[in-house]
C-alpha cells in the first residue's frame, strides 16, 4: 500500500513539473509515515515540506498543488487533506484494504518478497571466533544478527554470501598450542606451570585428553609437542564451532582463513603496491600506513620492527581481497570493543582507492544472561564464560535465536532463562508463536464444521465489520515496506517487534468472541466465519513468514 502511494505521490509530482505547475527540480527524500493517531489518516507525507526550499514556496501551497492534480485513476485515495505546516495526510479507501487482505493470501509466502536488492552483491562476514575456545553469548548474538539480516536481505532482492573469516594465525593459536601442552603434562607432572595467558575451562582438558589419545606427544621435542597440539586443537575447536552454528541454524558460503592470507603471500603483495603508491613508510625499523590521510587519528604500523605483520595488515589484505572479488557492499559484525578500530579500517580502504561507504560495520553490546534474579557469569565449560551451546540447550534454538534479536544490536541486551521457558505470554517467542498455532487450531475447527477458504473471497470480505479486523489488515500491509527498510538500515532486529506486535492484535481480536458470541472468529454466520477466516490465514501467513525471516519454528501446536 505504501508503495502505490509513493508511485501515486512520483507520478502527481512529475505531471506538476510537466505542466509547469511546480518548477522541475530532482525529487527529495521524503517520507511516507503511518501517522501516531488514527484521526491523521492512514499515511501521512512530508512531501511538501522537503520540496519547499527548492520550490520557493510556502509547504502549504505545494501541498494544495499536488492535492489538486493528484493522479489516483483507480481511487485508491478516499479522503486527502493538508495538515500542519504541510504535511499531508491521507485515508485509502476500504476496498483497497481488502484486495491487500486478498493478495497476502494468494501470495503466501512470497508476500513481502521484492526486487529492491536486484543487481546488488552483498556479502556479510559474522561470528569470525578465534578457533581457541567454544563460541560464548556474543558470538551467538551475531550469529543470529548475521544470519537474519542475510536471510532478509535475499528475501528483499539481494545476492548474499554469508563469510566465516578464521582468525588462525598469530599468538593466540600459539597460547592455544601452550595451554593443552600444558594440561597434557599436568595430567602426570601436577606442579608443570601453566601459561601466563592461557586458556582456561574444561575444554582444554579435554582437548589434550583427545590430542594426546592421537598423537604420541611424548616422543615429540616440547617445541614439536606445542605446535602438535596448537594445530590439531585449532581443527577440533573450528569443527566445534561449526557443529554449534549448524545446530543453531547458521551457515556459511565461504570459509576464509588469515593464514591462507599469509600463507598466499597476499599480505606481503598488499604491502608492495602500497609502497609503490606511496601510501606507506618507514619509520623506527618499521613500516607504517599513512591512514591519518583518510580519517583516522594517526598513521597506524603494519610491519614492526622484528619483521613480524600487525593484524591490521592482514585485515587490510583480507578487505581488499573482498572488494576485488565484485561485491557492492560489505558488512562486517563485530564486537564492540572493536569500535577504535573501525574507522582505521575504513582508512586504509579509502587510501587503496575504495569508497568510505562500501564497507558498514555493525558493532554489537554484550549479552547478560540472568537466572533467578542473578546474573550467571561462569560456566564450567569455558571456565571464564557461559557458552551458545549450553545456552541453546538450556532454553532451546528458537528462543535463544529470537531473544537475541529483541534490542537493536548496538544495545546491551538482557536474557532472562526463567523468562523464555515459561508457557505464557510474557515469553516473548512463545507469545508470537502461539499466535500462529492458535489460527492452526481455529483452522482445525472450521474444517470440522465444513468450512474452507474461498476462492472468490471478495463476495464475502464485506462481512469484516469490526475495527479491529481493519486494524489487523493494516498492520500486514505494512509488511513488505518493513522488510525493505529493514534492508536498507540493517535492521534485522525490528522484526521481532512487528511480530509481536502483530501477534498481540490478533490475540486480542480472538479474545473478543469469548467475551461476545457475534465476534467469534468461527460463528453461527456462515459468510461472516469464512471471511474471518480469510483474514486469520493472512496472519497466518504473515506470521509464518516472519518466523521463518528469524530462522523459528512456526508451530501448529502448542
Not at 499515511?43 to 505545494?62: C, D, G, V, W, Y
Not at 492484535?505 to 466465519?529: C, M, W
Not at 471471511?531 to 502448542?558: D, Q, Y
Request: with cysteine; net charge negative; hydrophobic share 40%.
Amino acid at each position: 500500500m505504501k508503495k502505490k502511494l509513493e508511485g501515486i505521490l512520483k507520478k502527481t509530482v512529475e505531471s506538476c513539473f510537466g505542466e509547469g505547475k511546480l518548477k522541475a527540480t530532482p525529487l527529495p527524500d521524503y517520507l511516507i509515515e503511518v501517522p501516531e493517531s488514527p484521526n491523521h489518516g492512514h499515511f501521512a507525507t512530508n512531501l511538501p515540506m522537503i520540496m519547499a526550499s527548492s520550490q520557493r514556496q510556502a509547504p502549504k501551497e505545494i501541498a494544495g498543488i499536488i492535492l489538486e492534480n493528484m493522479k489516483d485513476p483507480e481511487g485508491m485515495i478516499e479522503k486527502k487533506e493538508i495538515a500542519g505546516p504541510g504535511f499531508i495526510n491521507f485515508t485509502i479507501a476500504r476496498q483497497e484494504w481488502l484486495k491487500t487482505l486478498c493478495s497476502i493470501v494468494q501470495l503466501k509466502g512470497n508476500y513481502g518478497r521484492s526486487h529492491m536488492g536486484e543487481g546488488e552483491r552483498i556479502l556479510v562476514e559474522f561470528v569470525s571466533a578465534n578457533p581457541t575456545g567454544p563460541l560464548h553469548l556474543g558470538h551467538g548474538r551475531g550469529a543470529a544478527l548475521g544470519d537474519i539480516l542475510c536471510r532478509i536481505l535475499a528475501f528483499t532482492g539481494y545476492e548474499v554470501v554469508r563469510e566465516f573469516y578464521i582468525n588462525d594465525a598469530g599468538q593466540q593459536v600459539r597460547l592455544l598450542g601452550e595451554s593443552i601442552y600444558s594440561r597434557w603434562r599436568q595430567m602426570s607432572q601436577a606442579e608443570y606451570p601453566f601459561p601466563e595467558n592461557g586458556y582456561h575451562g574444561e575444554y582444554v582438558l579435554d582437548l589434550a585428553r583427545e590430542i594426546s589419545r592421537e598423537a604420541d606427544l611424548d616422543s615429540l621435542h616440547p617445541e614439536e609437542a606445542i605446535i602438535r597440539c596448537a594445530e590439531l586443537g585449532k581443527q577440533k575447536m573450528q569443527a566445534e564451532i561449526k557443529r554449534d552454528l549448524a545446530d543453531f541454524l547458521v551457515n556459511f558460503d565461504v570459509w576464509s582463513s588469515e593464514s591462507d592470507l599469509y600463507g598466499s603471500g597476499m599480505v606481503e603483495r598488499t604491502l608492495d603496491q602500497m609502497r609503490a603508491d606511496g601510501k606507506i613508510y618507514e619509520k623506527d625499523g618499521a613500516v607504517w600506513i599513512r591512514t591519518s590521510l583518510y580519517g583516522d587519528d594517526k598513521d597506524r604500523v603494519v610491519k614492526k620492527q622484528d619483521g613480524q605483520f600487525t593484524y591490521f595488515a592482514s585485515d587490510i589484505s583480507y578487505h581488499l581481497e573482498k572488494w576485488k572479488r565484485g561485491f557492492s557492499k560489505a558488512i562486517n559484525i563485530w564486537g564492540a570493543d572493536h569500535h577504535g578500530y573501525v574507522q582505521r579500517v575504513k582508512a586504509a580502504l579509502s587510501a587503496n582507492g575504495l569508497n568510505e561507504g562500501w564497507l558498514t560495520v555493525l558493532l554489537l553490546q554484550l549479552v547478560k544472561l540472568w537466572k533467578g534474579g542473578q546474573e550467571i557469569k561462569m560456566s564450567k565449560r569455558a571456565g571464564q564464560y557461559v557458552t551458545l551451546r549450553e545456552l541453546m540447550d538450556e532454553v532451546g534454538v528458537d528462543a535463544v535465536r529470537f531473544v537475541f534479536l529483541t534490542k537493536h544490536h548496538d544495545s546491551q541486551l538482557d536474557f532472562d532463562i526463567d523468562l523464555v521457558k515459561r508457557h505464557d505470554t510474557d515469553n516473548p517467542v512463545y507469545y508470537v508463536q502461539y499466535a500462529h498455532a492458535r489460527i492452526c487450531s481455529i483452522f482445525r475447527k472450521a474444517a470440522e464444521e465444513g468450512l474452507t477458504l474461498r476462492e472468490k473471497p471478495l463476495e464475502v470480505l464485506d462481512n469484516l465489520v469490526l475495527d479491529e479486523e481493519m486494524v489487523l489488515i493494516r498492520a500486514m500491509a505494512q509488511f513488505p515496506s518493513l522488510l525493505e527498510d529493514m534492508s536498507r538500515k540493517y535492521e534485522p532486529h525490528r522484526l521481532t517487534y512487528y511480530l509481536t506486535d502483530l501477534a498481540s492484535l490478533f490475540h486480542k481480536y480472538f479474545n473478543l468472541g469469548t467475551k461476545e458470541s457475534e465476534k467469534r472468529i468461527v460463528g453461527a454466520d456462515p459468510s461472516q466465519s469464512e471471511a474471518r477466516l480469510f483474514l486469520a490465514e493472512a496472519v497466518r501467513t504473515v506470521l509464518h513468514s516472519g518466523l521463518n525471516l528469524l530462522g523459528i519454528s512456526a508451530p501448529e501446536k502448542m
